[in-house]
Nanobody, 121 residues
Framework: QVQLVESGGGLAQPGEDLRLSCVAS????????MSWARQAPGKGREWIAG????????FYADSVKARFTISRNNAKNAVYLQMNMLKPEDTARYYC??????????????WGQGTQVTVSE
């Protein structure tokens, strides 16, 4: 059974940075592409970034491109999201999931608890 534990969220001011972590178990991590998604209050879950299993390439939603960076450490079964230049519209609960692109996580059901990011003055 896939288990995902996200951490690193918190309160940030606009323009500040945060780094999220996700540790995965119950899957062959080093052969699995991984993604980050987020869900803002009253909205559906939004895919924002995906990375290949070997970390060789990554993809981003336009809303976070050039500000967020996804990375991974296969030795630690971990995927990270470096979030720079945060904006109030980045406020959401953030989740990781196996898969590379938006359509790859649509049917995923074993979501973790996520980690809350709030961007406010």
């Amino acid at each position: 059974q896939v288990q995902l534990v996200e951490s690193g969220g918190g309160l940030a001011q606009p323009g500040e940075d945060l780094r999220l972590s996700c540790v995965a178990s119950g899957l062959t991590f080093d052969t699995q592409a991984m993604s980050w998604a987020r869900q803002a209050p009253g909205k559906g879950r939004e895919w924002i970034a995906g990375i290949y299993s070997d970390g060789s390439d990554a993809f981003y939603a336009d809303s976070v491109k050039a500000r967020f960076t996804i990375s991974r450490n296969n030795a630690k079964n971990a995927v990270y999201l470096q979030m720079n230049m945060l904006k109030p519209e980045d406020t959401a609960r953030y989740y990781c999931a196996p898969g590379l692109l938006p359509n790859h996580i649509t049917d995923f059901t074993s979501w973790g608890q996520g980690t809350q990011v709030t961007v406010s003055e």
